[in-house]
């Protein structure tokens, strides 16, 4: 695919797009620490409120007396979940009245039974200690294998589910629900023809743990309400810190868009994790009540949500001889999170996964998805699919059996550009492959059969991965010539994607002008936002932005031809424009837009480009342009992984000390096609963060719980391993722009596609040759020699 629909897709030479792009429009905010953030925020005369938090992984509430907490001087309103207040705000029309707060708590430090609201935070923490709140403790699941067992406590019953989200894809044909176990079963082809097919069968554990997203502004909001001098009668609430929810948040107190002001767009880094904590939801209520603004604000402690649900993968696949994979059976047991987590990384993965990228078509996905207590999964997870590196696994071990490079495992096994039956090559993929093997000079060798010269053992690994652009979103596009100066306006959000910055450059681009002269306006009553499904926020964002672009630019050279046509009047000092100068005759007189282009802030005329005039002096109109859409469908949204365009490929070395059990990461290498490089600075940042989270993961990051409390031990930014910047090892990168996304100028981004679980994990099996399960610490790198 390419992009052959919008205005010129085909665009071969590049001024402003695909360039480095440093400062940001908001870098010196956010490197200055101008830029606020919910937990920024104060006003006049401000109260604070804090929710009563489970001290249980699982606990009803049976009674709340809150008496002495609102005898104490300074505390200001306790409300309790039955407080009518909350009844309306969580009701639904369709269904019985529900309290926004509930008195069941199915993890531990979830919102539960009461919030207080005093005059400082420490009040609020006051008050809640003198709470006197009975408490029924309940069964826990911890242990997801525990939990699936027949005879283990059920821990959610009907009552406690929630809607399903916008990714789950309930089963019709899966099992009854057992237990604490749901099923989710695919199964394509014929499973056991695959097994006939195979030379050799080999089975295998891939187990996925959870990590901490780490959100690192936690959220929070202060919310007020004032009156509105210009919408007519009805107070206006005023929210910050609810970003690019706004109106989500005006609907819930029945106020209209217009009416909901917010004012501040930074949101901080929230990957992939679009959903709303009570602490930014709940401050317009607790305003109304009091009078007065109200500021609530989570804790890091609080702020220890899933960024990937635990799973523990049970593969056996069939490959033949020449290492052809015949069969993919996968079963799996997969962590449904609290009530209200995502159905990423459970039923998603079946729809969208590697193993629709391979020419084996007999594939079954078995999973059992285990109700927990564990925590919670917000919208979407960093690894999406969860699953992915299961596959890659797989291509270490057949090639590891055979001998062969895993390379060239994946090249059998990959499938043609447009279905699982197409044996054609993938250009993509293989001009990935053709420069990563000179880039890392890449020369495989089986475990255990390189030492460095300081003795240590040598480890490499190879992973594929499709660039998807994920197709979700439509945008609404806006752009303004005044004063001689293009404006862009947006309600952001600023999320540090920088999404804002590649659509000014493609405007730049488009109309011929340098980055710079593309006035970025910021306001939340706007509609455009750049930010979309995965790697729409770039992409397809820039594709509508590019119409809208070429839009005004055939308004203002419209507009230009006319002022050309119809020049001002004499000036009653003499000549045109006054004191005595005569103007020079207007090169554009007499032209068509077809004759004229945009260069270098300028309006040429094609046939002659030394015939121009400044945009700045070529009209003197205000000249509004909008366009609403999207690109074509993404071959993403289309085929799931059953058709490829653009792909990736990462590499991966370490050196594995036998006597320490110390892992370190030699170099991280990528070469990656997005399809079109949109703005390179964005590009490099978005490998060098998810490499960041793949070491943590495979390395350091582990939840530790109490199995007999089901209590978090290490939610905490000492206890809790991240890596830090003396870890990081520099990501080695390479770009490749073969064109073929369809999105502006033949995208389709890099989405969280080379986040991995496994790659560093398969590099250390190829350094010792045991598997050692992530996060591998030394100790269980010892562990798995036999050492300890």
Known sequence: MADIVGINGQREEFRVVGKPNLPGVLSYALATGVAKFGTDYTAPDMLFAKFLRSPYAHAKILSIDATKAKAIPGVVDVILWDDPDLMNLGGSPFGPPKSYLGTVAHQEKQEVGAIVVAESEELCEEALRQLDVQWEVLPHVIDLRKGAEPDYPVVRGPEDEGPPDMFSMPDPNAPAKQGNVSFVNKIEGDIEEGYKQADYIIEYDTNLPAFASHIPNPPASIAWWEDDPYHGPGKSLHIEGAVQRRENVGQMYHVPAEKTIQEGLFQGGKYCD???????????????????????????EETFDFLMNERFCHLRVGFTKEGLITVIDDNSIADNGVPGSSAFGVAQDQGYGPYYTLKCQNISQKYKVVDSNRGKLYTSGQHCPFNWDTLTMAIAIIAEKLGKDPIDIAKLNLHGPTSQSDTDEVPSFEACIEAGRKYTDWNWHPARAKRLPDGRLHGASFRYQMCPRHAFSGYDCKLELRGGKVHMPTQGPCTGIYAVEANAMVVAEELGLNYEDVIVDFDYR???????????????????MKECANILKQKILESAIKAAENPPAPSMFGGFGGFGRQQAPNPLKGMKPEDLDMVGGNII?????????????ATQENIFATYSGRPPA?????????MLDTMNTAYCEVAVDEET???????LSVVADPGKVMRLTSL??????????????????????????????????????KPTMLDVPSVNRKFLETRAGNAAYGANGISHSLANTHLIIIAIYNAIGVWVDPPATPDKVLKALGKC
């Open 274 to 300: 679009w959903g709303l904590r009570m602490s930014q939801e709940i401050t317009p209520l607790l305003a109304k009540r009091t009078g007065r603004p109200v500021r609530c604000a989570n804790t890091r």
């Open 684 to 721: 490099e940042s978005q490998i060098d963060q998810v490499m960041f989270f793949s070491q943590g993961c495979q390395l350091l990051e582990e939840y530790v719980f109490d199995e007999r409390t089901g209590v978090r031990l290490n939610a905490n930014m000492i206890d809790y391993k």
């Open 661 to 667: 059990g110390e892992v370190e990461i030699l170099k």
């Open 526 to 544: 706007e509609k455009f936002t750049p930010v979309g499904g995965g790697s729409d926020g770039t992409t397809a964002s820039s594709w509508a």
């Open 634 to 642: 993404a071959l993403w949204s289309t085929g799931m992984g059953k």
């Open 605 to 617: 005329v094609k046939a002659d480009p030394s015939k121009s005039i400044a945009l700045a002096s």
